[in-house]
């Protein structure tokens, strides 16, 4: 008989690694309930904090939301500060190393090339001047702020008292808190708004591959149709310039990487913001609208807050890391912002001095580079220093770090950018100051006139019934004599092509008391075609706006249940003009004929629980990979939906773009059926073999990341956040995914799942509506929750709430706030 003893000593070890196990979890556990003791924040009871002047109490609702109650503006301010500093620290940490160019400190050699890319543009830099040419009473509310956030991390001066981020990545607990880095946020954010220089790479790296004027016309066309707009060969340019050489694609493809930071072929990001008078609502004063599409993330990067002190009783999102509210109402006034859009960058080719690099040309003759040295530290390998050099125009940005001139251009040729948000005399962070104070459109104006960046479009309401807009911050003008008016980089040495001054405030587009009765924005073209200056020739298509107008005009009194629904609105606009021309040329299969029956009767309808949107989203999508893989257009974050449609109407002979004609069926007939077939064939090996019974929520998530844990595989799944959604792009619930192409026919079953399924990353991430018959009754919601901390209850408690399209009070009076108030926490001057 064999023996038992080995498998009875397999059974003791199996036993003991399970008890092992056991003890180990049950340990994990422990600590996780002890870490959330300690990480998570005071809300109740006495808290003694220095730097407070006075008595300031902060009530805490349900939804985690704090109000805060103070006698004095300072302290109101320091505490948001701290606030921040509780809920979001590790956000507010990763946001400050971005900007600052100090993330490769955390996460090594994959962070240098951004980091080297931020340190030259240099926008810690430009903040800390900033403040610095503020007065002290300029400053006085920065500094307030700031010293909030530090008394928080000098009563936590252990990580395991923070979110576990700081131990997961083993990050060195923060650095205290400076107004420049305050300020420096809101410069990131009008970067991330701002990207027409990328636009301008683009064309670059298009021309350099030999592309004609006419086709990068049809491929990027102004948006809208623009009379006005010369076209441009921009190749011929080049050599015009006295940049004459071949196409180098390769080497230009290395500029690619100065545009890593932004998305690639997402199109919808934006925003919504409409206001309507009183003659259109029930309750007979105004009501007023706003959603911003930004990036999706976890936490949001918004935060609930309420503020009270003399002078001040504002409620709204703040942004962690900035003081004050920037979208929100006062007890008098409310706002809401979308993105203008218009051209505030340009890219400069700098001609170098052959006998010396370290000079460039200008009109004026020969100058010297500003330069200086920034030292890079990596994790784990020795520090790296870049040399940055910043012309006449700006930062050179293809002369050290993550690129190099050489290749790219002719030797002796390097790229600088010129933008607005880094010119002296940006007031930008201040405006929020005043704005959350102001009582009527006076004040209000006085605010939007310290805006220089991002350029905004902002509508007003107020409780007497006035309604208005206005988009201020600082935009270029360029000489009449200059062809290319931003979109292609230009030559530093020829003074056509300088800026000349800024639109005054009194020149940007406005509007006050519409006879129409509302005004409506949805960065969109915002002025008439006689308006006299230049802002962009990139609007974003109109859909959006167009569908918003409809929506208000087609229900004679409004109320916040109306606004609510128009936000949710999921028409797409762009697939009702698109569809027809798709089912003039489909296939004629079995299959094919029964899904174009159910596709005629389609309303645009982008519904989560529908087959139809599914199927225009997939045929869509292979379209554009059918059309990108036919001319070679991988990696230019192109085509977009304007430029399909060109192609497909054969407007000006783009139908060329489907490839030769066969001299059987138009070129483009052939790809859209092909389409068809290749996006039903991988619907079905994903989503069900009946395409009828699809429902479009199962491939459209939102992937709202962690950052930076949303990229570790292992943690993804507990930091990240996801719902199921409809929408597209250009429907008022503006829901964008990357344009994934669909794989190619015989692709491995995982990559094909992986392809059709679309992660949402930008969204309505924020809902606000101001009810100005009632402020109290305004009602918002963000995309997860208060808290960054994972063991707060508060992570991700909105998610659900806001992909229903549910909303939450938002009060500001105290008498509303009290009655539902879980935490009650007393912060008192330190003795």
């Given at each position: 008989m064999r023996s038992r003893r080995p498998l009875s000593r397999t059974r003791r070890v199996v036993r003991g690694l399970l008890g092992a196990v056991g003890v180990l979890t049950l340990l994990v556990a422990g600590l996780g309930v002890a870490w959330r003791y300690v990480s998570l924040p005071q809300i109740d009871g006495e808290l003694a904090v220095s730097g407070l002047r006075q008595e300031t109490e902060v009530l805490r609702d349900a939804y985690g939301v704090p109000h805060i109650y103070a006698k004095h503006l300072d302290d109101a301010q320091f505490a948001l500060g701290y606030l921040h500093a509780q809920d979001r620290l590790w956000q507010m940490e990763v946001n400050r190393r971005l900007v600052s160019g100090r993330m490769a400190e955390l996460f090594g050699r994959p962070a240098v090339d951004a980091d080297k890319f931020l340190r030259t543009l240099g926008i810690r830099r430009a903040a800390q001047a900033m403040f610095d040419s503020y007065s002290p009473a300029d400053r006085r509310l920065l500094e307030a702020y700031a010293a909030g956030v530090n008394a928080f991390l000098e009563e936590h001066p252990l990580r395991a008292q923070l979110s576990p981020e700081f131990l997961l990545v083993n990050a060195p607990a923060p650095e205290p808190w400076s107004p420049a880095d305050s300020i420096a946020w809101t410069l990131m954010m009008a970067w991330d708004l701002g990207g027409n220089w990328s636009q301008e790479l683009t064309r670059l790296r298009l021309a350099l591959r030999g592309m004609d004027g006419a086709d990068m016309d049809q491929l990027l066309p102004p948006q809208p149709p623009d009379p006005t707009m010369v076209s441009v060969d921009y190749k011929q340019a080049l050599r015009d310039w006295g940049i004459a050489f071949e196409p180098l694609q390769a080497q230009a493809d290395q500029l690619q990487t100065l545009a890593a930071i932004r998305p690639n072929g997402l199109e919808g990001v934006g925003s919504n913001n409409w206001v309507i008078g009183g003659e259109r609502t029930q309750s007979g004063k105004p009501l007023l609208a706003n959603d911003p599409h930004l990036g999706l993330s976890t936490p949001s990067i918004w935060y609930f807050a309420s503020m009270s002190a003399p002078g001040l009783d504002v409620v709204g999102a703040t942004l962690p890391g900035v003081p004050a509210v920037i979208l929100g109402r006062n007890k008098r006034i409310a706002w809401g912002f979308t993105n203008t859009g218009s051209d505030v960058q340009d890219l400069f080719i700098e001609a170098l001095d052959p006998s010396d690099p370290e000079r460039y040309r200008t009109p004026d003759g020969w100058r010297r580079f500003e330069t200086r040295n920034e030292v890079i530290r990596i994790k784990g390998e020795p520090a790296e220093t870049l040399r940055v050099r910043v012309s006449r125009h700006g930062p050179v940005l293809s002369m050290g770090g993550s690129v190099s001139a050489t290749g790219v251009l002719p030797p002796n040729y390097a790229i600088a950018l010129q933008w607005v948000a880094l010119q002296p005399g940006n007031r930008t962070p201040l405006a929020a100051f005043a704005l959350n104070q102001a009582n009527n459109r006076a004040e209000f104006e006085a605010a939007m006139r310290d805006i220089s960046a991002p350029h905004q479009n902002v509508v007003y309401a107020d409780v007497d019934g006035l309604i208005g807009f206005v988009a201020p911050g600082a935009v270029p003008m360029r000489h009449d004599d200059n062809p290319i008016r931003g979109r292609f980089p230009v030559p530093g040495w020829d003074m056509r092509y300088d800026w000349e001054d800024r639109i005054p405030y009194a020149d940007l587009p406005q509007e006050w008391s519409p006879a129409r009765g509302y005004r409506a924005t949805a960065n969109e073209k915002v002025v008439a075609p006689d308006y006299p200056f230049f802002l962009t020739s990139e609007w974003a298509p109109s859909y959006r706006a167009e569908r918003i107008a409809t929506l208000i005009e087609s229900t004679a009194r409004h109320d916040i249940a109306s606004m609510n629904a128009m936000q949710l609105d999921e028409v797409s606009y762009m697939a009702r003009a698109t569809l027809p021309r798709l089912l003039s040329a489909a296939p004629t299969g079995e299959r094919e004929i029964r899904i174009l029956t159910r596709m005629r009767e389609w309303n645009g309808d982008m519904r989560a629980d529908a087959a139809e949107p599914a199927i225009f989203a997939l045929w869509w999508r292979e379209l554009n990979r059918q059309v990108v893989d036919i001319n070679g257009l991988g990696g230019f974050g192109v085509p977009r939906a304007r430029f399909l449609q060109l192609v497909l109407a054969d407007q000006d002979g783009a139908s060329h773009w489907c490839g030769k004609p066969d001299g059987i069926e138009p070129p483009c007939d052939r790809l859209i059926a092909e389409s068809l077939v290749a996006a039903l064939d991988a619907g079905e090996a994903v989503l069900g073999t009946d395409p009828l019974s699809w429902k479009y929520g199962e491939m459209h998530r939102t992937r709202a990341?962690?950052?930076?844990?949303?990229?570790?595989?292992?943690?993804?799944?507990?930091?990240?956040?996801?719902?199921?959604?409809?929408?597209?792009?250009?429907?008022?619930?503006?829901?964008?995914?990357?344009?994934?192409?669909?794989?190619?026919?015989?692709?491995?079953?995982?990559?094909?799942?992986?392809?059709?399924?679309?992660?949402?990353?930008?969204?309505?991430?924020?809902?606000?509506?101001?009810?100005?018959?009632?402020?109290?009754?305004?009602?918002?919601?963000?995309?997860?929750?208060?808290?960054?901390?994972?063991?707060?209850?508060?992570?991700?408690?909105?998610?659900?709430?806001?992909?229903?399209?549910?909303?939450?009070?938002?009060?500001?009076?105290?008498?509303?706030?009290?009655?539902?108030?879980?935490?009650?926490?007393?912060?008192?001057?330190?003795?």
């Amino acid at each position: 008989m064999r023996s038992r003893r080995p498998l009875s000593r397999t059974r003791r070890v199996v036993r003991g690694l399970l008890g092992a196990v056991g003890v180990l979890t049950l340990l994990v556990a422990g600590l996780g309930v002890a870490w959330r003791y300690v990480s998570l924040p005071q809300i109740d009871g006495e808290l003694a904090v220095s730097g407070l002047r006075q008595e300031t109490e902060v009530l805490r609702d349900a939804y985690g939301v704090p109000h805060i109650y103070a006698k004095h503006l300072d302290d109101a301010q320091f505490a948001l500060g701290y606030l921040h500093a509780q809920d979001r620290l590790w956000q507010m940490e990763v946001n400050r190393r971005l900007v600052s160019g100090r993330m490769a400190e955390l996460f090594g050699r994959p962070a240098v090339d951004a980091d080297k890319f931020l340190r030259t543009l240099g926008i810690r830099r430009a903040a800390q001047a900033m403040f610095d040419s503020y007065s002290p009473a300029d400053r006085r509310l920065l500094e307030a702020y700031a010293a909030g956030v530090n008394a928080f991390l000098e009563e936590h001066p252990l990580r395991a008292q923070l979110s576990p981020e700081f131990l997961l990545v083993n990050a060195p607990a923060p650095e205290p808190w400076s107004p420049a880095d305050s300020i420096a946020w809101t410069l990131m954010m009008a970067w991330d708004l701002g990207g027409n220089w990328s636009q301008e790479l683009t064309r670059l790296r298009l021309a350099l591959r030999g592309m004609d004027g006419a086709d990068m016309d049809q491929l990027l066309p102004p948006q809208p149709p623009d009379p006005t707009m010369v076209s441009v060969d921009y190749k011929q340019a080049l050599r015009d310039w006295g940049i004459a050489f071949e196409p180098l694609q390769a080497q230009a493809d290395q500029l690619q990487t100065l545009a890593a930071i932004r998305p690639n072929g997402l199109e919808g990001v934006g925003s919504n913001n409409w206001v309507i008078g009183g003659e259109r609502t029930q309750s007979g004063k105004p009501l007023l609208a706003n959603d911003p599409h930004l990036g999706l993330s976890t936490p949001s990067i918004w935060y609930f807050a309420s503020m009270s002190a003399p002078g001040l009783d504002v409620v709204g999102a703040t942004l962690p890391g900035v003081p004050a509210v920037i979208l929100g109402r006062n007890k008098r006034i409310a706002w809401g912002f979308t993105n203008t859009g218009s051209d505030v960058q340009d890219l400069f080719i700098e001609a170098l001095d052959p006998s010396d690099p370290e000079r460039y040309r200008t009109p004026d003759g020969w100058r010297r580079f500003e330069t200086r040295n920034e030292v890079i530290r990596i994790k784990g390998e020795p520090a790296e220093t870049l040399r940055v050099r910043v012309s006449r125009h700006g930062p050179v940005l293809s002369m050290g770090g993550s690129v190099s001139a050489t290749g790219v251009l002719p030797p002796n040729y390097a790229i600088a950018l010129q933008w607005v948000a880094l010119q002296p005399g940006n007031r930008t962070p201040l405006a929020a100051f005043a704005l959350n104070q102001a009582n009527n459109r006076a004040e209000f104006e006085a605010a939007m006139r310290d805006i220089s960046a991002p350029h905004q479009n902002v509508v007003y309401a107020d409780v007497d019934g006035l309604i208005g807009f206005v988009a201020p911050g600082a935009v270029p003008m360029r000489h009449d004599d200059n062809p290319i008016r931003g979109r292609f980089p230009v030559p530093g040495w020829d003074m056509r092509y300088d800026w000349e001054d800024r639109i005054p405030y009194a020149d940007l587009p406005q509007e006050w008391s519409p006879a129409r009765g509302y005004r409506a924005t949805a960065n969109e073209k915002v002025v008439a075609p006689d308006y006299p200056f230049f802002l962009t020739s990139e609007w974003a298509p109109s859909y959006r706006a167009e569908r918003i107008a409809t929506l208000i005009e087609s229900t004679a009194r409004h109320d916040i249940a109306s606004m609510n629904a128009m936000q949710l609105d999921e028409v797409s606009y762009m697939a009702r003009a698109t569809l027809p021309r798709l089912l003039s040329a489909a296939p004629t299969g079995e299959r094919e004929i029964r899904i174009l029956t159910r596709m005629r009767e389609w309303n645009g309808d982008m519904r989560a629980d529908a087959a139809e949107p599914a199927i225009f989203a997939l045929w869509w999508r292979e379209l554009n990979r059918q059309v990108v893989d036919i001319n070679g257009l991988g990696g230019f974050g192109v085509p977009r939906a304007r430029f399909l449609q060109l192609v497909l109407a054969d407007q000006d002979g783009a139908s060329h773009w489907c490839g030769k004609p066969d001299g059987i069926e138009p070129p483009c007939d052939r790809l859209i059926a092909e389409s068809l077939v290749a996006a039903l064939d991988a619907g079905e090996a994903v989503l069900g073999t009946d395409p009828l019974s699809w429902k479009y929520g199962e491939m459209h998530r939102t992937r709202a990341e962690h950052r930076p844990l949303g990229r570790v595989a292992a943690l993804d799944w507990l930091f990240t956040t996801r719902e199921t959604v409809g929408g597209d792009a250009f429907t008022v619930n503006a829901m964008s995914a990357p344009l994934r192409p669909l794989p190619a026919p015989g692709t491995h079953a995982q990559e094909v799942m992986q392809n059709v399924m679309q992660n949402v990353t930008h969204g309505p991430g924020l809902r606000a509506i101001y009810d100005m018959a009632d402020p109290e009754r305004s009602r918002f919601i963000h995309g997860t929750g208060q808290s960054g901390n994972r063991f707060s209850p508060h992570y991700a408690d909105f998610s659900p709430v806001w992909a229903r399209g549910d909303t939450i009070p938002m009060h500001v009076a105290r008498d509303r706030v009290e009655p539902g108030a879980v935490g009650v926490l007393k912060m008192v001057p330190a003795q």
